[in-house]
């Protein structure tokens, strides 16, 4: 099978020869689309493809996108971001997985790693759809944060892109895109409403925040996932505003959708541990801990979550109702994880 890269780019001089030099050898051709860059990130395309065109940005990652994906001629098409790399060690992966794929497979999902501690360790990952069957006629679907929507032979590989930012999202950028859907008074889908209160909550919009993720939550028609990360975003509202009751009822809330998720059960110790409710606390970062990441369900997951935060939070509890020994086993054991972490080396020394 063959296999292309379409991506899509605009003033990315910084990051886009990384990537491509990332996953030399692994595709058939390379596809880039760029929406108006001003700087020299046409000429760094070049360098690796004579496949550099045109798109006019309208405020559409998806049509873009679907245009770069229209441009292929390879069995299956490939997407990545500018800023992502592949290691060496995931691209001989790749190269192994591209030499076993057949005409069978319509989707392969791979892990997204987006953020990272200190020690370099993920902290924050979840699969997307990113290998296509070209013949299968995949669409992109939603202005921005787009998607594809994966159906058919659906196969989970457990290799990693890493996405690697060195400059930040241009500040309110996606807002303004769900911004003038609004005001084009077209309907958002509960996808989109999800989407939406989130930036509004990242662009700190957060009563207009509230009110969307509670529209959202009261549709049905969505992604389960969605829904529970809803119920935690909405809860660190809720905080910001103070309103710690409203909070732990919205955690309480994504009990409905599916059985606890160790980001639920670490952010209600937290706030049990804000109340000074260190036994409440202890009670749920242990459930926390009962838990393991399940990676397929196609949720956002703090890894850190499931092992070293309820450690650390465990310590502290039992350190404030003077449970000594117990705040020292599970230092012992968040330190394993991560022995140079800054928390880790200022509880040493209390407890040295």
């Known amino acids: 099978m063959t296999l292309s890269l379409c991506m899509i780019v605009k003033n990315e001089e910084d990051v886009l020869e990384r990537c491509l030099s990332s996953c030399k050898g692994l595709f058939n051709e390379i596809i880039i689309v760029d929406t108006g860059s001003s700087d020299s990130t046409k000429q760094i395309a070049h360098k690796f493809t004579n496949s550099v065109y045109d798109f006019k940005w309208i405020n559409d990652f998806s049509a873009a996108r679907n245009y770069s994906f229209n441009l292929a001629k390879s069995d299956f098409v490939m997407w990545l971001d500018a800023?992502?790399?592949i290691t060496p060690t995931e691209l001989e992966k790749l190269k192994k997985l591209k030499d076993n794929l057949t005409s069978k497979t319509d989707v392969v999902m791979l892990k997204y790693a987006v953020a990272f501690d200190k020690q370099n360790n993920t902290t924050f990952s979840y699969y997307r759809e990113r290998i296509l069957n070209r013949s299968k006629n995949f669409v992109w679907e939603d202005p921005v944060h787009e998607v594809i929507?994966?159906?058919?032979?659906?196969?989970?590989?457990?290799?990693q892109i890493e996405h690697r930012k060195v400059k930040p999202t241009a500040e309110g950028r996606n807002l303004k895109i769900y911004e003038e859907l609004i005001t084009q008074k077209q309907p958002l889908k509960p996808r989109q409403m999800f989407y939406f209160a989130r930036e509004l909550y990242f662009n700190n919009k957060i009563n207009r925040a509230i009110i969307m993720f509670k529209k959202f939550l009261k549709t049905r028609n969505g992604y389960k996932e969605n829904y529970i990360e809803a119920c935690l975003n909405l809860s660190k509202c809720h905080q910001i505003n103070k309103n710690f009751s409203s909070a732990k009822q919205s955690l309480f809330n994504s009990f409905m959708f599916d059985t606890p998720r160790s980001e639920i059960l670490c952010e209600l110790g937290n706030i049990f541990m804000l109340e000074k409710n260190y036994n409440s606390a202890i009670y749920y970062f242990n459930l926390a801990l009962n838990n393991k990441p399940n990676a397929q369900n196609?949720?956002?997951?703090?890894l850190d979550c499931y092992n070293f935060i309820p450690y650390v939070q465990l310590c502290v509890c039992h350190y404030n109702i003077k449970n000594f020994e117990q705040a020292k086993h599970y230092h012992n054991l968040a330190k394993k994880l991560k022995p140079n972490n800054l928390i880790i080396l200022q509880n040493d020394k209390i407890f040295n």
């Open 149 to 159: 929507t994966p159906r058919g032979n659906i196969e989970y590989a457990n290799i």
């Open 298 to 302: 196609g949720g956002f997951i703090l």
């Open 83 to 85: 800023d992502d790399v």
